[in-house]
């Protein structure tokens, strides 16, 4: 088969799109169904994938964090089996009445939801995300054009043949999802450009490639999504609640958006939490970087982890590694500011006891999520009941947080009258 344009592919996206756009709910569900069904057999192809990609980013001296979010397992692959599933159970936001009403003038109003046309995406390192969009597109009624990283590029074309053979066995044009395979690089900017076919942009990856998205879309983009992402123990926090929060949230999957960077202590609490923290960051070969007063509680210790100095490009950075920041802190203003001036505006957390701070730092830390006495890594579209997301967005217009299927639709007014001309 000849291989299309980025042209070509982009009007194949559009054509298809309008019968997306008018299928019905079951339609839909039955591709999903195909997608986790076909993953699943082919779990041995894409895993097979994976490990020549991963090959070939070691080869390439890629970083560890972009090989572990890139690396699939069994596990993986289930999860993103299970997560077409997931999608396929939710309610179908095509055709929600969002408001009606009737007009002294005899018109009837209705505001409607409505796919948004055709959404293009650039990402980089982790494969599940040519599952999750495409399936999340799919329910929403939308076409979708992926362009995934040249480190993934083998496992997510794979992926890519996987999704447009079970969508074409359900009875939907397999156009409505377009991959573009070639990597070279001078395609994302001739995307970026076309706003006549492509309604929506989206990145997902580095803060070079969400910031240059920003500078070249013609079209509407999601750019945010950077994570600098604080947890503050305040005076009143239960420290053993703090401390597997905070470790959690550094080490349970430590590349990713929503994972801890910096650690806010409270001065009354430091002496007493500061020790077990570095022991816990010992075990778990945790970096510590330490601000002057925080260092001289931390210097003596015999801990096991490594501490050192911290200069100020620590804080305010996305470390998407073994390593966190730690600073501490008069009061939960002084936190605040410090959220205020280094947050990316992702997730940020206080554990306390003390109800009145809780809610101060809810109502004030500006972020997309923020959360009280839990770990900042449930910032996630499938941890919120949405299935999956497309992206975490940390715009404050359009959508914000996970975007789930309701977060890539839009709206219009459909009204029905009896005659009625304007005077």
Known sequence: ?????????????SSASGYLATAT???????????????EANSTSILDANAEDLENAKRDGM??????????????????????????KLEDPIGEVLEQRNLPNGLHLERVRVPIGVIGVIYESRPNVTIDIATLCLKSGNAVILRGGKECILTNMTLATIIKDAVESAGIPSDIVQFIESTDR???????????????????G?????????????????????????????????????????????VQRPTVCNAL???????????????????????????????????SILDALASGAEIKQAVSGDFGTEFLALIASVKIVDSIDEALTHISNYGSGHSEAIVSENNEVIERFLNEADASA?????STRFNDGGEFGLGAEV???????????????KEITSYKWKIRGQGQVRQ
């Not at 006549?196 to 942009?201: G, R, S």
Request: aromatic share 4%; hydrophobic share 50%; charged share 20%.
């Open 1 to 13: 088969m000849t291989k299309l344009s980025l042209s070509e592919q982009a009007k194949a996206a």
């Open 25 to 39: 709910a079951e339609i839909k569900n039955t591709a999903l169904i195909a997608i986790a069904e076909a993953v």
């Open 63 to 88: 970083d560890f964090h972009i090989r572990d979010r890139m690396t699939l397992n069994g596990n993986r692959v289930q999860d993103m089996a299970d997560a077409a599933r997931s999608i396929s």
């Open 186 to 204: 001078a395609l994302v900017k001739e995307m970026l450009q076309m706003d006549e076919a492509i309604d929506l942009m989206i990145p997902r």
């Open 206 to 250: 580095s803060a070079e490639l969400v910031n240059f998205v920003g500078q070249n879309a013609r079209m509407p983009a999601i750019t945010g999504g950077i994570g600098v992402c604080h947890t503050y123990v305040d005076a009143d926090a239960d420290l053993d609640n703090a401390l597997e929060i905070v470790v959690n949230a550094k």
């Open 261 to 295: 960077d910096t650690v806010l202590v409270h001065q009354a609490v430091a002496h007493n939490f500061l020790p077990k923290l570095a022991h816990e960051f010992g075990i778990q070969n945790v970096e510590l970087r330490a601000d002057s007063r925080a260092m």
């Open 370 to 374: 923020v959360f009280a006495n839990a």
């Open 391 to 405: 992206a975490i967005s940390t715009n404050k217009l359009h959508a914000r947080g996970p975007m789930g299927l």
